[in-house]
């Protein structure tokens, strides 16, 4: 299997990213987020490790890159706590550094900053995930994440290095994250120019972990995903009128804010103000 692939292979139509090509340094993840989806489909997802002959292969593989952009990464953390002393994502920005390719991170890690001199060599931008700016909150449902603020600080510290930052807002959970319009009001204010969302999509193994984590709201979101909810895919979705009406309040608060929005895998592409994953900030500088 390559390392470097095409994003969105099966070309769902729920996926409304541009084309672009994804790549994940390493297997696994170690923030232990509990509404993870990539846990479903990659063996021990707990167990961080390196891909094998990542630099090797990677290498190779670089050779037949002609500028494309690169999503790195969107299964597993690029900024694992391990990253700290291996920079195998570092080396990875080096190789694709020199092949010209435009490059989107996503992230929870303030690890990011460490590479902000590769990031300015080429097209990049740094997508960072936040839930909740509630310390107890994220603590509870990405255990071993950086706390939100210190998020919020590396995202201050990119911009004011010229990296365009997008925050992923993702998952929004109800009775959990669905009325943030205090951290969109912040982020907006560090210079952030994109916000993606989308709901909390429920398989059995993130159910599990969600509802040990927060046992209460588990019961009471119960019936909306398990008698009233949709399924797309694999997951068990919300119900589409109240998705609808999660993602149009985020979408309002966002653009008031004078920022640009997409939905993520949602169905409502009508939302989107911009390229959903906030690829149209490639290049820019602030």
Sequence with gaps: MPLISRFDPWRSSLCTCPPKLTFNPYSGCDHHCVYCYASSYIPRFANCRPKKGLLRTLQQEATQLKGETISIANSSDP???????????????????QRDCKIQIITKSTLVTRDIDLLSRVPSAVSVTIT????????????????????LKTIETLISKGIPVSVRIDPIIPHVNDN???LIAT??????????????????????????????IAERLR???YQQGEKQGGNLLLPSDLRLRLMMNIRTLTT???MKFGVCREGFAQLNTAPCDGSWLLGAKH
């Design 180 to 182: 943030p319009a205090h």
């Design 132 to 151: 909740t700016e509630d310390d107890a909150t994220a603590k509870l449902i990405e255990p071993n994440a950086p706390p939100p603020m210190e998020r």
């Design 79 to 97: 900024y694992p706590r391990m990253e700290a002393e291996t920079g195998l994502t570092r080396m990875c920005l080096a190789v694709l550094s």
């Design 223 to 225: 019936p909306f995903y």
């Design 187 to 216: 982020i907006a204010s560090l210079g952030v120019k994109h916000v993606t969302s989308s709901t909390y999509k429920v398989k059995p193994d993130n159910w599990h972990r969600f509802a040990d984590a927060m046992p209460a």
């Design 256 to 258: 008031a804010q004078g």
